[in-house]
């Protein structure tokens, strides 16, 4: 596979000009997805040639700078990252950074591909899993991704079976999906499988997001309060506030339009392309990718993504609103 970079003795770790220390890198194996959800992709993606995608080991040095500098987790995203051919090898790869520091490898995906490969992941040193489910009825989870939902539940049943931690993302969009609220945390609450629900994003296709299709954090906990007797649990580091419900399962709820946690963000984002994003609103990328393959030394590479870091911006909460830039969520890697 290539020599990887041999561990610093000092880590100096990732920090940005507002004192916010990175902990956690969204790396994107591809920009390809089966789905088609109308919160991520535009009508008619993109996809990038095959040319301008890390292969493996640029994918395994540049995640070695960054694990290096101090990054403990690793999340696999895609667009679909089960697509990736070689996505057990990543993984394989990745998984070998723990000797650098790296102290989790997880994935998010549709899970319609977890059947055939989720053994294999599993043994190549996948530690977690988040699966998308955005409705549990039929006709509302087609509306959504323009997939059917069987596949999805037979990924999840068998992440189940295997052991493997794993928790569901339900995309909530007015109009679409805001009547699955109860419909998915009683589906998911009977499997004991923790649930987050996520606030619609001005991430997709420009022009398209309003305002009024967001469903809020407020809305949401007043549906649930209808069935549920609901505590708040005390906010941590994590973007979901957590709830309990009936004194006997939690959910989470990801606010980024109506409450904003970017005082307290310690993630990055790396595309498939190998343009780091130091927030997932950023307006563009800086190309890693490219100094890499022109044979940069390891030093000014680092030197790139410290700089890089250090001038992220205060996010969302500063300047909220539609991004306006080339790249959609499904490029982003969520």
Known sequence: MG????????????????????????LSLTDRCNFRCRYCMPEHPQWLPGRELMDREELLRLATLFVDNGIE???????????????????????????????????????????????????????????????????????????????????????????????????????????????????????????????YMPLDEPGRWREEQVVSEARILDTLAARYRIEARPRGAAPATEYRLDESYTLGVISTVTRPFCADCDRLRLTAN??????????????????????????????????????KDAGYAATPGPVDRPITMHGMGG
């Open 73 to 199: 987790e690793l999340r696999l995203t895609g667009g679909e990252p089960l697509l990736r051919k070689d996505v057990v090898a990543c993984v394989a790869a990745l998984s070998r950074l723990r000797e650098h520091g790296l102290k989790r490898l997880s994935m998010t995906t549709n899970g319609t591909r977890l059947p055939a490969l989720l053994d294999d992941l599993i043994e190549a040193g996948l530690d977690d899993l988040n699966i998308s489910l955005d409705a549990v009825d039929e006709g509302r989870f087609q509306a959504l991704t323009r997939r059917p939902l069987a596949p999805v539940l037979a990924g999840i049943e068998k992440a189940r079976d295997s052991g493997l931690p794993v928790k569901l993302n339900a995309v909530l969009i007015q109009g679409y999906n805001d009547d699955q609220i109860l419909p998915l945390t009683h589906w998911a609450k009977a499997r004991d499988l923790p649930l987050r629900f996520i606030e």
């Open 274 to 311: 190998g343009h780091l994003y130091t927030c997932l609103f950023a307006r563009q990328g800086h190309d890693l990718l490219t100094p890499l393959r022109t044979g940069e030394s390891e030093a000014q590479l680092r030197c790139r993504i410290e700089q890089r870091v250090w001038h």
């Open 3 to 26: 020599i990887a970079f041999e561990p610093l003795l000092v880590k100096e770790p990732l920090q940005d000009r507002f004192g916010r220390i990175k902990r956690k890198l969204r």
